[in-house]
């Protein structure tokens, strides 16, 4: 099994619904992050968490919301999906002992029709 | 707060060939810094790290980069270039704080001309 899963690897969905992203992790990782990947822009931080009560907007964090269920899981949510929501969202983790770099899981393409 | 600039968004090279792609980055306190692979419908892979320590990094698949404070740059290089290394290259930077948060440049397209 993967250390960073995410669930669904695909989704389409419609403008104005709700839709929830999984990741959850194997790693014992304490901090967790998502991310979203477009051409030409990289990937861009959009919540990042501490631990379960420890949460943080990252630099594109408008029409999204997050909740860590436990420390393995992060979820991301689109409360009311649009358009320019289509992208590549990854999960990833790192630990406290230092600038190792993150284990990303293998993202989430969504597409928002 | 920290930036990353890779300077062309894609590169081209020959089988056999020297593999360079450039990435400058700013940031106010000493880095760390990163360069990530992706292949195709896959997430990204770690190819080497720069904490302070060696300013010459050596990674995985032939892959080093060489940190130049003096440049603020931290390009990537591989003396010949394979068919298996075409994908998509990230360079990012972190500073040591609580939030290890990593900021990415735009990303570099690497084709590899048989």
């Known amino acids: 099994d993967a250390d960073v899963t995410q669930t669904p690897r695909n989704r389409i969905t419609k403008t104005g619904k709700r839709i929830m992203l999984e990741c959850s992790q194997t790693?014992?990782?304490?901090?967790m992050y998502w991310y979203r990947q477009d051409p030409g822009l990289g990937l861009r931080l959009i919540y990042y968490s501490f631990d379960v009560k420890d949460i943080n907007k990252g630099e594109i964090s408008d029409g999204y919301s997050v909740s860590r269920q436990a420390q393995a899981k992060f979820s991301l949510s689109l409360e009311s999906a649009i358009p320019n929501q289509t992208a590549l969202y990854f999960c990833a983790t790192s630990d406290a002992t230092g600038p190792a770099g993150y284990t990303f899981g293998s993202g989430t393409r969504l597409t928002v029709v | 707060a920290q930036s990353v600039t890779q300077l062309g968004s894609h590169v081209s090279v020959s089988e056999g060939a020297l593999v360079l792609l450039r990435c400058n980055y700013s940031?106010?306190?000493?880095?760390?810094l990163f360069w990530y692979v992706q292949y195709p419908n896959q997430g990204l892979q770690l190819l080497l790290k720069y904490t302070s320590a060696a300013t010459l990094v050596k990674g995985i698949n032939g892959f080093e980069a060489e940190f130049k404070k003096s440049e603020t740059s931290f390009h990537l290089t591989k003396p010949s270039a394979h068919m298996s290394d075409a994908a998509e290259y990230f360079c990012?930077?972190?500073?040591?704080?609580?939030?290890?948060?990593?900021?990415f440049g735009q990303g570099t397209r690497l084709t590899i001309n048989p």
């Open positions: 940031s106010s306190v000493p880095p760390y």
């Open positions: 790693k014992g990782h304490d901090r």
């Open positions: 990012a930077v972190s500073i040591k704080n609580r939030a290890q948060k990593l900021v």
